[in-house]
């Protein structure tokens, strides 16, 4: 009898408490989501999405940084036809960028199928081709300019010692004809391993079957690599490519650490054209004009290749 009145009691309350609709409940599900994800959200609308349409709304505007901000129209966008650096920065930019993305993406490619196989101490080479991706910029600088060092660089040594003539060296960083090959050789090199990691993880989800029934049609290495490999990482191979077409429009770093843009403007890149305008001249509007530019030529090639993919 006590049990039958405790129950009686217990139904009782449940009655009186409030019952929550469907509404109710995914509002409270939605509250309790957003309440996770507000702590990144608000740091990324304070340090990221607040300056980047600031910036945009700068790009029609003057400012040095200092006296009031004033309004431009379109002034800042006239000044590029007639910024002769602003056009070698964006041609030198096409350059870096056509040049750099697939050789950067055949080495990966390359390092990833070679380190793949079965062979005595791969996981050491893995260790050092993917080393200089996250060693010190300024530490692997430093080595390049002596390695490649005009004068007494160990690479114009071996060079004299294959018989090139003394005179016909190339003068790499401080020549204007070879610094942006020493700037792409240099960009190759310290991108490539991180990418031959992404490589490797899609080489391991190919399924063995294939191969095994290409070697039962008595396919050669190549046509292995080029009719199984190949269109299997072609998943892989767009986001590579993406991502090094996004970091080549990007460049700075290198630049900066290297030739700081020259001799001349042979490796004025639009990054670096952007840092000199807001920072040694400070024309803030007319830079933020600059990266405008910027944002929307990557923009355009991203979406023309997420296009040809999907087309494809």
């Given at each position: 009898?006590?049990?039958?009145?405790?129950?009686s009691?217990?139904?009782?309350?449940?009655?009186?408490k409030?019952?929550?609709?469907?509404?109710?409940?995914?509002?409270?599900?939605?509250?309790?989501?957003?309440?996770?994800?507000?702590?990144?959200f608000?740091?990324?609308?304070?340090?990221?999405?607040g300056?980047?349409?600031?910036?945009?709304?700068?790009?029609?505007?003057?400012w040095?940084?200092?006296?009031?901000?004033?309004?431009?129209?379109?002034?800042?966008f006239?000044?590029?036809?007639?910024?002769?650096?602003?056009?070698?920065?964006?041609?030198?930019?096409?350059?870096?960028?056509?040049?750099?993305?697939?050789?950067?993406?055949?080495?990966?490619?390359?390092?990833?199928?070679?380190?793949?196989?079965?062979?005595?101490?791969?996981?050491?080479?893995?260790?050092?081709?993917?080393?200089?991706?996250?060693?010190?910029?300024?530490?692997?600088?430093?080595?390049?300019?002596?390695?490649?060092?005009?004068?007494?660089?160990?690479?114009?040594?071996?060079?004299?010692t294959?018989?090139?003539?003394?005179?016909?060296?190339?003068?790499?960083?401080?020549?204007?004809?070879?610094?942006?090959?020493?700037?792409?050789?240099?960009?190759?090199?310290?991108?490539?391993?991180?990418?031959?990691?992404?490589?490797?993880?899609?080489?391991?989800?190919?399924?063995?079957?294939?191969?095994?029934?290409?070697?039962?049609?008595?396919?050669?290495?190549?046509?292995?690599?080029?009719?199984?490999?190949?269109?299997q990482?072609?998943?892989?191979t767009?986001?590579?490519?993406?991502?090094?077409?996004?970091?080549?429009?990007?460049?700075?770093?290198?630049?900066?650490m290297?030739?700081?843009?020259?001799?001349?403007?042979?490796?004025?890149?639009?990054?670096?054209?952007?840092?000199?305008?807001?920072?040694?001249?400070?024309?803030?509007?007319?830079?933020s004009?600059?990266?405008?530019?910027?944002?929307?030529?990557?923009l355009?090639?991203?979406?023309a290749?997420f296009?040809?993919?999907?087309?494809?």
């Open positions: 009898m006590v049990a039958a009145t405790v129950n009691e217990a139904r009782a309350e449940a009655r009186r409030p019952v929550m609709s469907k509404r109710q409940r995914r509002l409270r599900s939605n509250l309790v989501a957003y309440s996770f994800i507000a702590p990144n608000i740091g990324f609308a304070i340090f990221t999405l300056p980047i349409i600031f910036a945009f709304a700068l790009a029609f505007m003057h040095d940084g200092s006296n009031p901000i004033t309004f431009a129209g379109l002034d800042n006239w000044k590029l036809f007639d910024d002769r650096a602003f056009k070698a920065a964006f041609w030198n930019t096409i350059i870096y960028t056509v040049f750099s993305v697939p050789l950067t993406l055949a080495c990966a490619l390359g390092l990833a199928v070679l380190l793949n196989q079965k062979i005595f101490g791969r996981d050491f080479f893995r260790t050092a081709m993917f080393f200089p991706y996250v060693a010190s910029l300024v530490a692997v600088a430093v080595v390049w300019n002596m390695l490649f060092n005009p004068e007494m660089g160990p690479v114009n040594m071996i060079l004299y294959m018989g090139l003539d003394p005179q016909s060296m190339p003068g790499w960083a401080a020549d204007r004809n070879w610094a942006m090959v020493t700037v792409i050789l240099f960009g190759i090199w310290k991108s490539m391993g991180y990418y031959m990691v992404i490589y490797l993880a899609g080489l391991q989800g190919i399924n063995a079957e294939l191969y095994e029934a290409a070697d039962l049609d008595g396919a050669t290495a190549w046509q292995k690599f080029w009719y199984v490999t190949v269109p990482l072609a998943p892989t767009f986001f590579v490519s993406v991502m090094l077409t996004i970091q080549s429009f990007k460049v700075f770093d290198q630049i900066f290297i030739t700081q843009g020259g001799p001349g403007t042979s490796t004025l890149v639009l990054v670096y054209h952007i840092y000199n305008e807001a920072f040694i001249s400070w024309d803030l509007g007319y830079s004009m600059v990266a405008l530019v910027l944002f929307l030529l990557v355009v090639i991203t979406i290749q296009r040809y993919v999907r087309e494809d």
